[in-house]
């Protein structure tokens, strides 16, 4: 129970490992702020945790909006009068094309959930966590914000972009007990990440994908999950700044 009672918002958590993550909080005791611009699935995860017995709320938020994204922290404030771990999950893959085919339209929308959507959760939590004293904050990044992935330059800068974010947070207000960490999932299997659907986009690419991890295998969900909650933990007290791989030994 390394959550009991602790106020823990996770955006994205709808789906895939912000899902897994709210489910995994919840049972360590946490009360869940579930936010998704997909509200069916957002409540859908509010109900398999009240069903397990753990309490949780939804708020449908488009973490590209800023207005929303206000909207969302006062509301916690109101109703909770604090907000000890923010994940900021939610994100986009973008479009799988080379540069020249990657419109000015696609590269707005991909840079405004993936990086804006995190400098504006961000940049509303951290007022919350100052006047209670401290907190955890910890976005979800990408092994495409170490390094480049090719067909894919939105989504790589994007999540450059969020390791950038964390590390000068965290510089900026370590003395004033806020840590801000990232994670850099390799691909792990989700909605947004099928490996049948890479393999129609082009034929063995799965494979090939799998082949270059060390591991050679790609991440179960719970694995991202339980990095998640350690650093989210106080087992993770002296962490700050950093960006975690969690990817079979890709990045090294
Ligand atoms: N799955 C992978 O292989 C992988 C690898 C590296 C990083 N990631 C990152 O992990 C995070 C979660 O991805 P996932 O695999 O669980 O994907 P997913 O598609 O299963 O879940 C993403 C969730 O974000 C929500 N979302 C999308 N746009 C939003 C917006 N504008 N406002 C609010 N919510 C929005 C979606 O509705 C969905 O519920 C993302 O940031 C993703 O970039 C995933």
């Known amino acids: ?28 005791g946490g009360v869940i702020i579930v936010s998704d611009i997909n509200v069916k699935n957002g409540l859908k995860t509010v109900s398999e945790i009240t069903k397990n017995g753990g309490e949780a709320c939804f708020f449908e938020t488009d973490v590209s909006d800023f207005d929303m994204v206000e909207k969302l922290m006062n509301y916690i404030f109101n109703q909770y009068g604090r907000l000890d771990v923010a994940i900021n999950n939610a994100g986009v893959g973008g479009g799988f094309e080379k540069l020249i085919d990657l419109s000015v339209e696609s590269w707005n929308k ?16 951290v007022p919350i966590m100052l006047k209670q004293g401290g907190g955890v904050i910890l976005n979800t990044s990408s092994i495409a914000g170490i390094r480049g992935l ?42 947004m ?43 993770a007290s002296f ?10 030994g890709l990045t090294v």
């Not at 897994?20 to 360590?28: D, I, P, T």
């Not at 991909?110 to 939590?125: A, E, H, L, W």
């Open 110 to 125: 991909t840079m405004s959930i993936n990086s804006s959507g995190v400098f504006y959760c961000i940049k509303t939590q």
């Open 193 to 235: 990440f099928n490996p049948e659907a890479m393999d129609k986009l082009k034929e063995g690419l799965s494979e090939r994908l799998k082949a270059n991890i060390p591991m050679k295998r790609f991440a179960d969900v719970m694995e991202q999950v339980n990095t998640m909650l350690w650093l989210c933990s106080d087992e």
């Open 1 to 28: 129970m390394r959550f009991k009672n602790k106020i823990v918002l996770i955006t994205g958590s709808g789906s895939g490992i912000g899902k897994a993550a709210a489910l995994a909080f919840s049972k360590e």
């Open 150 to 191: 090719p067909n894919a330059t939105a989504y790589s800068a994007s999540k450059h972009a969020v390791i950038g974010i964390t590390k000068t947070v965290a510089l900026e207000y370590a003395k004033n007990n806020i840590r801000v960490n990232a994670i850099c999932p390799v691909f792990t299997v989700t909605p």
């Open 239 to 248: 962490i700050t700044g950093q960006a975690i791989s969690v990817d079979g």
